[in-house]
């Protein structure tokens, strides 16, 4: 079955297109237009993720987004607004949101962060996972041994955190936050820079691996692109 979104979009013209691209690319879409009728939906049917914009008649996203929450505190919600301020993103997360996004915004990435959200529930299912057998490597988490073709290497803690990652996420987004958080336990200028640097180690490690690439996205995130 495809994944649902509800989507709650008061602009009926800007709420059509985005349903229309959603659903080209494979989800099951509901449009509402004002926040009431939003509460309604949720309450009627089930989805698998909410996109709320912020400013609407009659019930607004943030108003919405607390009463979903009070429903089904597991329910994924993004924000997609124009409003821009840094209270308002802060209110954002603040109300549990998974992610923030402001407008104009890229469709490509919008679409890469409502597949991460989604991935995140079924890869923390599949965490406890320690070896992966990927094209031509052979990758043991818990040894922090990694086999390419005929050459082995022993990755260092920071390496093998990242590249569990990106295998638990292969052919997916993997967000630049998600793995910040959970192998340098925080977000800032020196641990993105840090990052970037074990990426390129780790492009090095597997290059002689045709069948893999290590890709940047929108400079958001990271694939693990498996070609055969």
């Known amino acids: 079955m495809n994944n649902r979104i509800l989507l709650v979009e008061d602009d009926q013209s800007f709420g059509a ?3 229309d691209y959603l659903t080209i690319n494979n989800f099951e879409v509901t449009l509402a237009t004002d926040g009431e009728q939003g509460l309604k939906e949720f309450t009627e049917n089930e989805f698998d993720i909410c996109i709320f914009d912020v400013m609407m008649p009659k019930k607004d996203g943030f108003s919405l987004a607390e009463d979903v929450k009070r429903i089904d505190k597991n329910t994924p919600i993004i924000f997609l607004t124009a409003r821009n301020m840094r209270e308002d993103i802060l209110k954002g997360y603040q109300l549990g949101a998974d992610d923030y996004i ?3 915004f890229d469709t490509e990435l919008l679409l890469y ?3 991460a959200i989604l991935q995140r529930s079924s890869v923390s299912e ?3 996972q320690e070896q992966f057998k990927i094209s031509n490597i052979f990758f043991d988490s818990m ?3 990694l086999r390419v073709g005929d050459n082995e290497y022993k990755l ?3 390496e093998n955190e990242l590249l569990k990652l990106l295998c638990l996420h292969r052919n997916d987004f993997m967000p630049r936050d998600l793995a910040l958080r959970k192998i340098w336990k925080k977000e800032n200028y ?3 820079r840090s990052m970037d640097v074990y990426i390129a180690k780790l492009r090095k490690l597997l290059k002689d691996d045709p069948g893999l690439e290590i890709i940047n996205v929108h400079g958001e995130g990271f694939r693990l692109l498996v070609k055969n």
């Open 126 to 128: 599949d965490e406890e």
């Open 143 to 145: 040894l922090r041994q």
């Open 17 to 19: 297109v985005l349903k």
């Open 156 to 158: 260092s803690p920071k």
């Open 102 to 104: 402001t407008k104009p």
């Open 190 to 192: 020196f641990t993105a």
């Open 113 to 115: 962060k409502i597949k």
